[in-house]
């Protein structure tokens, strides 16, 4: 079993609609959970921290976080052509980290 | 946020000679990571550079062939050494701010190598 799990898509998403991508990893002392976003032929971007149950918002961008389910959320509120890029799932047990494979995201215009 | 500036980034080398890739952290880090990342695929760690001591290497990867150096908390660099096509990948420094335990990963931008 990986440490993080995620779906490798592609997700498929007309522009203006809602991207749900998820994440479930499996050490319950995960601390803290990072999502990156990785733009083909780039390094990954930092876009968004959670390390609490619960939601928390950025702009376009929302994280949920259900550790009792050991899952991890993102959505894409009015998703853009340019939200492209393969979204990275990160979970961190104080310096201990684990990347999932990612999940590929397409936002058709 | 840290700036994070890797060099070089991109090199096209002959089988079996070195390169050594540099990375150097602007803010005060606690950790630093290199990774090995093949088109298409995800990230694979390579090593967890420790400043002054032997990096901690991960299973299927050993120093003999990626030699790393940690001078300083901001500093660090990987040698790829005898090189073949197989090594031919995208490698990436990344590093932990200072500021606890629960921090995230920053990256650099990269090393694209190309092996003859």
């Known amino acids: 079993q990986k440490e993080v799990e995620q779906n490798s898509g592609p997700l498929s998403v007309p522009e203006g609609a809602i991207a749900s991508l998820n994440c479930t990893y499996s050490d319950r002392g995960s601390q803290s959970f990072f999502w990156y976003r990785q733009y083909s032929g780039k390094s990954p971007e930092l876009i968004m921290s959670?390390?609490?149950?619960g939601d928390k918002e950025d702009g376009r961008f929302t994280a949920q976080l259900n550790k009792a389910s050991q899952y991890v959320s993102l959505l894409i509120r009015d998703s853009q052509p340019s939200d492209s890029a393969t979204y990275l799932c990160a979970v961190n047990n104080f310096n201990k980290f684990y990347f999932g494979s990612g999940t590929k995201l397409n936002v058709k215009p | 946020s840290a700036v994070i500036s890797q060099k070089p980034s991109r090199d096209i080398c002959q089988r079996g000679t070195s390169l050594t890739i540099q990375c150097q952290v602007d803010?005060?880090?606690?950790?630093m990571f290199w990774y090995r990342q093949q088109p298409g695929q995800s990230l694979t760690l390579i090593a967890t550079a420790n400043q002054g001591s032997e990096a901690t290497y991960e299973s299927g990867f050993v120093i003999d062939k990626f030699p790393i150096s940690r001078p300083n908390l901001t500093f660090s660099t990987l040698t790829v050494s005898n090189m073949s096509p197989e090594d031919s990948s995208i490698y990436l420094c990344s590093a932990t701010l200072t500021g606890g335990g629960l921090q995230p990963q920053h990256f650099g931008d990269g090393t694209r190598l190309s092996i003859l």
């Open positions: 803010s005060q880090v606690t950790m």
């Open positions: 959670i390390y609490s149950n």
